[in-house]
């Protein structure tokens, strides 16, 4: 078996393996540089393990990516795909001897149809690139996950990742209508459709949405798009405790108001914004809830919102008049993980969702286990949804503090699935939540998901020991 070969002869088989890569792709396109290839080894995840590629490859055209797929099936060697490699679960490392299958050079706007509100894309275009291209056509593409400067489509594809907008918009997977898809063995697939209707058989396109390069190479996308909405104005409510600003977020969302934007920061977090960037926030802030609204009259919308805020105990509510003053109460948001990095120098980020009646439940909760574990622990959270992102800061050069930070971000998971939650809301499961996976979905689940790995990829190569 070829798999063996590179265990005992590394460097031979690189070099076979390699030979084989550049007889359909440009000399370009093939690195092998040990110092190089390690740079592709992991993303943004702590403490997910990975490997050493034999080889990176970046391609440009779906042929091309045909090829390395064929190459990988006849050589029996495993393939991780990989995009900006923003994401925070170790789902784009490299396994020992594999191919790093980069995207990033796939990065074309093929269309945008304004009459069929569609555009079609290469993996490799920034969320960013797409959302301004769009909006210059008076069309608005929702997903905004915190890195869409960096992030790719493709990436977010592959996550089924959020963003703040998603109380309102929803996730990537709402917007992806079909895919080109490129399997295991190089056979190219289509999925989905163009059409703003379309049931015929399976759904196999949302199966591709979050299976993290499990299942096939992503290699275009017809996405949905929306008529840009008006410009959006920012309601900033502080309140004395966490507990009162998940009351406020429970009377927004029962009393039918359908917000862009509704982001919670606990105290820990507003404390870290306001050491690096001196936001003027009291140090009596527990808990700042901001909302926004897109609709014809935000400033009604925010009038209503601040008097559920009041109601629910906030201490004071501040709207803004304009763009430039929604645009500067947000900045304490966009803010939040760069100041809570800046407390120990490296921060594990979790992603638990629970239903909206529960977030208070899970911010008194992950402050027990911040106090238990002797750790700072800050909360960010798309309120809205109920997505959070408990945030462990630590040094990662002090042994014992590593374990309590991996303990307690072990036991925030568990604190989640207690509530009725999820592990994951927009992140993805890759390496660091494999086993929190199959807790989750129980063992019929798993074989069930592991069933139909197996069907798309049977000898196992599409980015091995990621989800279960």
């Known amino acids: ?78 393939v991780v795909p990989q995009g900006a490699r923003t994401g925070l679960s ?29 555009a079609v894309v290469e ?47 929803g996730v990537t997977a709402e917007y992806v209508l079909g895919l080109d898809v490129v399997l295991a063995d190089g056979r190219l697939m289509s ?28 290699v275009r ?12 104005l920012v309601l900033a409510a502080e309140f004395a405790s966490a507990a009162a600003a998940c009351d406020a977020v429970c009377r927004i969302m029962e009393g039918g108001h359908v917000p862009s934007l509704l982001e919670l920061m606990d105290r820990t977090t507003v404390k870290a914004v306001n050491t690096i960037a001196n936001m003027g926030l009291p140090e009596t802030t527990e808990a700042l809830l901001l909302a926004a609204f897109d609709t014809p009259d935000p400033t009604a919308d925010l009038a209503a919102v601040g008097t559920l805020c009041e109601a629910a105990g906030a201490t004071q509510v501040v709207p803004a008049d304009d763009a430039a003053e929604s645009e500067l109460l947000l900045q304490a948001r966009r803010l939040s993980l760069t100041a809570l990095e800046a407390v120990r120098g490296v921060t594990m980020i979790d992603d638990v969702c629970v239903p909206r009646s529960r977030l208070g439940d899970l911010i008194e909760g992950v402050e027990r286990i911040a106090d ?9 959270a798309h309120a809205g949804d109920g997505n959070t992102h408990p945030t462990v800061c630590f040094d990662a050069a002090d042994p014992d503090e590593s374990r309590r930070a991996r303990e307690s971000f072990d036991e925030i998971m568990a604190l989640g699935l207690e509530l009725g939650g999820t592990i994951t809301g927009e992140h993805g499961v890759g390496v660091l939540k494999k086993e929190w996976l199959a807790r989750e979905i129980g063992p019929v689940g798993i074989e069930m998901q592991r069933g139909i790995k197996q069907v798309f990829d049977p000898l196992g190569l599409l980015n091995p020991g990621k989800l279960f």
Request: aromatic fraction near 4%; include cysteine; proline fraction near 7%.
């Open 191 to 218: 999925t989905g459709r163009r059409t703003a209707k379309g049931v015929a058989g399976y759904d196999m396109t949302r199966l591709f949405v979050g299976s993290e390069g499990s299942l096939g190479i992503v």
């Open 123 to 169: 993996p490799g275009v920034i969320n960013a690139t797409l959302s301004r291209a769009v909006n210059e056509l008076g069309l608005y593409y929702p997903p905004d996950p915190s890195s869409w400067e960096m992030c790719t489509i493709g990436g977010n594809i592959g996550t089924a990742s959020g963003g703040l907008c998603c109380v309102k918009y």
């Open 1 to 78: 078996m070829i798999m063996s070969r590179i265990e005992a002869a590394p460097d031979q088989a690189r070099g076979d393996l390699t030979e084989r890569l550049l007889a359909g792709l440009p000399a370009e396109a093939v690195l092998t540089d040990p110092d190089i290839t390690a740079s592709y080894a992991n993303d943004m995840a702590s403490f997910c393990p990975a490997g050493a590629p034999a080889v990176v490859v970046l391609p440009r055209t779906v042929e091309e990516v045909q090829h390395v797929m064929r190459t990988a099936t006849e050589l029996r060697v495993p």
């Open 90 to 118: 170790g789902g784009a490392n490299a396994s020992d001897g594999c191919i790093v299958l980069s995207l990033t050079r796939m990065d074309r706007i093929l269309e945008i149809n304004p009459v069929d509100r569609i």
């Open 221 to 232: 996308a017809v996405l949905a798009l929306k008529p840009q909405p008006p410009q959006q």
């Open 372 to 380: 238990k574990h002797q750790l700072t622990i800050g909360v960010v």
